[in-house]
């Protein structure tokens, strides 16, 4: 069984910081592919930044800049950092991995984790 465990969430004044992590475990055979993603009240959950397995990042037109992406393949582990935080960054956010169980001849399946709330308010 696969699971995702976020962490680091909370209140935070605007232009403060903010670190989540995300902690993937289980018995997996790969982990490609991993992301963080965003879903405020009333709003569609969208894409914050993204890393290949290699260390290549993607990032949102709205948080270049502020945030870095970050993983650790030997940890199975993948961290967003969040720099001068807005009040518009707030909503739950939710770590995203691609996941190969079983071995090279098989494709990867979309896990995701339960959800980190992140508010920023003064």
């Known amino acids: 069984q696969v699971q995702l465990v976020e962490s680091g969430g909370g209140l935070v004044q605007p232009g403060g910081s903010l670190r989540l992590s995300c902690a993937v475990s289980?018995?997996?055979?790969?982990?490609?592919?991993m992301g963080w993603y965003r879903q405020a009240p009333g709003k569609q959950r969208e894409l914050v930044a993204a890393i290949t397995r290699s260390g290549s990042p993607n990032y949102a037109d709205s948080v270049k800049g502020r945030f870095t992406i970050s993983r650790d393949n030997a940890k199975n582990t993948a961290d967003l950092q969040m720099n001068s935080l807005k009040p518009e960054d707030t909503a739950v956010y939710y770590c995203?991995?691609?996941?190969?169980?079983?071995?090279?001849?098989?494709?990867?399946?979309?896990?995701w984790g339960q959800g980190t709330q992140v508010t920023v308010s003064s």
């Open positions: 289980g018995r997996i055979f790969r982990l490609n592919g």
């Open positions: 995203n991995a691609a996941v190969n169980l079983y071995g090279p001849a098989y494709s990867s399946d979309d896990y």
